[in-house]
């Protein structure tokens, strides 16, 4: 019996998850990310336009449900770097609320970087979006933008996603 209780232990111990550190950059750590030289004047620019929603209406207009937001800045080139200028988050009003990028960004190829609005933030209200200005070389794939927005209560879930429109 003892050696049945020692294997039980011995094997609930090396069974536990032993998870390892993860020592990239996390993707929401746009200060890593800072573009210090001068961009080239050969780049192409655009803006791009996300909704992005804080809450939906439920049942009445009266009735809301908060969501998480996660907006992703994606990257889509093999080869080519494209640079973030600007990532200002307005709310149902058109009122800037928050400027994201301060300083330009770049993201690598085929990186992603993360903008999460918690759910307790409701700032953005049912209308809120996001307009990014980014600058890419000539010929290379625009970045691409995408919101998933979610909400759990109990046994209820909702998620949505919505995409990004160019807009110049």
Known sequence: MRYVLLLIIVLMVFSCDQTKENHDVPSNNWKAMKWSKTLS???VSG????SVYSQIYSVTEH?????TAT??????NKKDTVFIKEADFFNTNG??????FTETIYVKPMQTIEIVIDETD???GTGANFVFDWSAKKGAIPPYFEAVMISTSGQQGLSFTSKGVVIE
Do not use: C, E, P
Request: charged share 25%; hydrophobic share 40%; net charge positive.
């Open 41 to 43: 004047d050969t780049l």
């Open 71 to 76: 907006v992703s800045l994606r990257n889509v």
């Open 47 to 50: 803006a791009t336009y996300l």
């Open 95 to 100: 009122d800037l609320i928050k400027a994201y």
């Open 63 to 67: 009735k809301r449900h908060n969501l």
């Open 122 to 124: 409701i700032d953005g």
